[in-house]
C-alpha cells in the first residue's frame, strides 16, 4: 500500500470513528431535533435562488413560498415549544397565499383565478390569527373590563345615583 493510500484510509477511518462517537454522544439528534425545520426552509429559500437564475419556471415559487414559511412556523415551534402552533396554525394557510402572491408577482401571463385566491386565502387567515390571539387574549379583556368596572363603583360609589 502506498503512502497516500494509507493516509487516505488513515483520514475515513479516523473520520467514521468521530462520527461514530458524536453520534453515541447525541450530537446528531440533537442537532436533528433543533435544526430539522432547516430541511423545509433551505430547499424553499433554494426554489427562489433557482427561479432568480431563470433555472426553473415561476410555478416553483408556490412551493417554495409554501416551504419557506413552513419552516419558519416549525423554526419557532422548535425553539419555543410545539404548543406554539396552538396560536400559529393560521399560518400554514398563509404559507399557500404567500406561495401564490409571489407566484402572480412573477407570472408575465397571468392566470385569472390565482390573484383572486391568494387574497381570500390571505385573508383567511389573517382573520384566523386575530380569532387565534382574541379567544388567546380573551380572558385578559374579561379581566381588564372587571378591573375598571370595580374602579368605576369604588370611585363613583358617594355620588348620588340621579346621576349616573
Not at 470513528?17 to 425545520?37: E, M, Y
Not at 426553473?56 to 413560498?65: D, K, N, Q, T, V
Not at 374579561?142 to 368605576?152: N, P
Request: hydrophobic fraction near 60%.
Amino acid at each position: 500500500m502506498s503512502d497516500n493510500n494509507k493516509l487516505t484510509t488513515g483520514i475515513l477511518i479516523l473520520a467514521a470513528g468521530i462520527i461514530i462517537l458524536l453520534g453515541k454522544w447525541g450530537v446528531f439528534s440533537f442537532i436533528g431535533a433543533i435544526f430539522w425545520p432547516l430541511l423545509l426552509l433551505v430547499p424553499g429559500i433554494l426554489l427562489h435562488l433557482l427561479y432568480m437564475g431563470r433555472r426553473l419556471p415561476s410555478l416553483a415559487l408556490i412551493p417554495g413560498g409554501v416551504l419557506v414559511v413552513y419552516g419558519i412556523l416549525f423554526m419557532i415551534a422548535t425553539l419555543w415549544g410545539y404548543g406554539t402552533l396552538h396560536y400559529l396554525w393560521p399560518g400554514f394557510i398563509f404559507g399557500i397565499a404567500l406561495g401564490l402572491l409571489i407566484y402572480d408577482a412573477a407570472e408575465t401571463r397571468r392566470s385569472p383565478g390565482v390573484f383572486p385566491l391568494a387574497l381570500v386565502l390571505l385573508a383567511l387567515s389573517v382573520i384566523l390569527f386575530g380569532l387565534t390571539l382574541f379567544t388567546f387574549s380573551i380572558i385578559y379583556l374579561v379581566a381588564f373590563v372587571l378591573i375598571v368596572g370595580g374602579v368605576w363603583l369604588i370611585v363613583f360609589r358617594s355620588r348620588n345615583r340621579r346621576q349616573w
